[in-house]
């Protein structure tokens, strides 16, 4: 079954590489006219450190299925950031989402508890008249080094609807050169899930460190819901979507790895 009744479980080797909370609201133009001053005091003891850069937007070709579609350029994005002391959390703030981003996550309850004062803040200070969009999103990657199974087919550890060709006993994994699944559904009657599995390298943006060469799995479970979300509902709006990413990353593994994970 694709999704799994399995009780939620605390792995000690969990395989989330980064975690990322995104809520998107219709555009508000004074963030990014001025420096969030007053939204960075409100955070500051737990977001000591401060960047901004510009997001550069692909261009946006108007007027699709008429004789002259044009290419228009976009402006950049004012993109304000701030960082956790250790460099485990951030906060991205444009002006038409916030996001809470880690790359150590541990359980649901320390990350929503990371959520709730910055997002109180938000919502205090620039008051969203709505949030269209409503996302959380966890990437995991498998590495059967890591886990000491480096002798385990992928099929051994993964369910096969996210598996494809490698599913099959008669396919040998160094004869695919791709193999990847990608799909979207809907969950229940206003969550959906954009999934991403398959074999892959990790690329590592930091200059002078060679990429590394372990070939992993990749299980990107991007769940969201949109529409025009109150901002007191978004606490059950994230209880439910994690719910959901629950169900799914349980119901991907085999208890091969569910025992490996521990």
Known sequence: MLLSEHERCIYSRSPLHEVICQLRFPAILSIGTKEPVDFQEAIRADFPRYAVKQDILSPKIAGIGTTHPTVERQDPVTNYNFISADGTWKINLTNRFISLSTLHYTRWEDFARQL???????????????FERIGLRYLNVISRQKLELPDCSWAELLQSPYLGPLSQPDVAEANLSKCALDAEMRLDSSCHVRIHAGPGRMQRNTPGIPDDPEVKFIL??????????????????????????TRLFQGAITDTLRDALK
């Open 220 to 245: 990107d479970l991007d769940l969201f819901m949109g529409g025009s979300i109150a901002g007191s509902l978004v606490p059950g709006a994230l209880e439910t979507l994690h719910g959901h990413s």
């Open 116 to 130: 709730d004062k910055p997002l109180g803040h938000f919502i205090r200070l620039y008051q969203p008249a709505f």
